[in-house]
């Protein structure tokens, strides 16, 4: 039996809330194969403005029909890499940096930087910087020379997690990097007053971005964690065209607003041509440790989801836990306050995931004389 007719079906029984059309009538499906042994690929037409939930609901409408062995989706945006954004409140519909007309860079090797890799999220609140800091305390902790720059030009929270609020120095002219728990480190947040909004075009953002990568004096490193900001602005862009990223991480709650942004989030770096590590999902669930009772808090299986239509592995889930907020607040890392715990053990198995899905891309160590 033919599974054209089903898959059409299937695919036009699925409403986009925006377009008050099915996908197929609004002409959001396009390239559908059908194979005689199950296997379905097309390309998926979503724009910024869909909710990014229709993949998922279209993934799963053709994996209920008997016979369908395999669903393959390529999503695209119609408008181009240009016109995705989820930057900050207030952001125009594209990079400011592109409305500025500044010109595309391409990224450059700075092998004294080691592995360059970018923690990113598609949304705020969902422990993206926590995630940060913890993945390279935790590779610190093992022996390996790490940097930290916190690239959240809008909202840098490093200091804090760190514990540190004093200035970098300047020394002939190259600025030195605040170091914590192993961690080299520089933040706007050393920089500028605490309560100092930063009200700022993707040009200087850019410019902000270039400086923390090339007038640090970062020494030779084995890791260089990026903490971005949440969504794709113009730090993302900046750093993804200023130098070569190794490859991202991206982190999400398994709620499916946080999974929706994260999953625009993650196909821009396909579109910069940066592999994307994996997926990390945070807030996992909560157990009880005397009970032993579990509650899925913030739903579960986010992340997972996540993984499987990107195509990447699940680092990871970290298990919300009470006191992991106040020891943040105080400037100690879980990995270091409460190194047995469970969001601590997590968190330490995320970062020997990142290293050897960072080795198998062949992304090689830099080699000291």
Do not use: C
């Not at 890799?117 to 993206?128: D, F």
């Not at 720059?149 to 929270?157: E, Q, T, V």
């Not at 807030?283 to 913030?298: K, N």
């Amino acid at each position: 039996m033919s599974l054209d007719a089903p898959v059409a079906a299937a695919l036009s029984r699925i409403q986009n809330p925006r377009l008050g059309n099915d996908l197929l009538s609004a002409g959001m499906i396009r390239d559908l194969t059908v194979t005689g042994d199950g296997r379905v690929a097309f390309t998926f037409l979503l724009s910024r403005q869909d909710p990014a939930t229709l993949v998922r609901e279209a993934r799963k409408a053709l994996q209920a029909i008997e016979g369908i062995t395999d669903v393959k989706i390529k999503v695209v945006d119609p408008a181009g890499p240009a016109a995705v954004t989820h930057g900050p409140p207030g952001a125009s519909q594209g990079p400011q940096s592109a409305a500025a007309g500044v010109p595309a860079q391409s990224p450059v090797e700075m092998p004294g930087l080691g592995r360059v890799i970018a923690i990113s999220s598609g949304k705020g609140g969902v422990g993206k910087s926590t995630v940060a800091t913890n993945l390279a305390v935790a590779l610190a902790l093992q022996g390996h020379r790490v940097g930290l720059m916190d690239g959240d030009i809008y909202g840098p929270n490093i200091p804090r997690m760190f514990g540190l609020f004093e200035r970098p120095s300047v020394v002939q002219g190259r600025i030195r990097p605040l170091e914590a728990h192993g961690v080299k480190l520089i933040s706007l947040g050393f920089i500028v007053e605490r309560d100092a909004p930063a009200i700022w075009r993707g040009p200087i953002i850019m410019k902000v971005i270039q400086q923390f990568l090339r007038d640090v004096d970062w020494g030779e490193l084995d890791y260089f964690l990026v903490d971005l900001p949440p969504g794709t602005g113009d730090a993302q862009l900046s750093l993804a065209q200023s130098v070569a990223i190794s490859g991202a991480v991206i982190v999400t709650t398994p709620q499916e607003v946080a999974v929706g942004d994260a999953l625009r989030g993650a196909k821009m770096f396909e579109r910069v041509n940066v592999p994307v590590f994996g997926v990390v999902e945070n807030m996992s669930g909560f157990t009880d440790p005397e009970s032993g009772r579990h509650w899925d808090i913030f739903g579960s299986g986010g992340g997972q989801r996540l993984a499987e239509e990107l195509g990447v592995p699940l680092l990871g889930q970290v298990p919300l836990q009470p006191d992991m907020a106040g020891f943040a607040d105080r400037g100690q890392p879980i990995v270091i306050a409460a190194p047995n715990s469970a969001a601590a053990r997590a968190l330490t198995d995320i970062a020997d995931r990142v290293k050897l899905e960072s080795a198998s891309r062949g992304v090689s160590l830099p080699i000291l004389e």
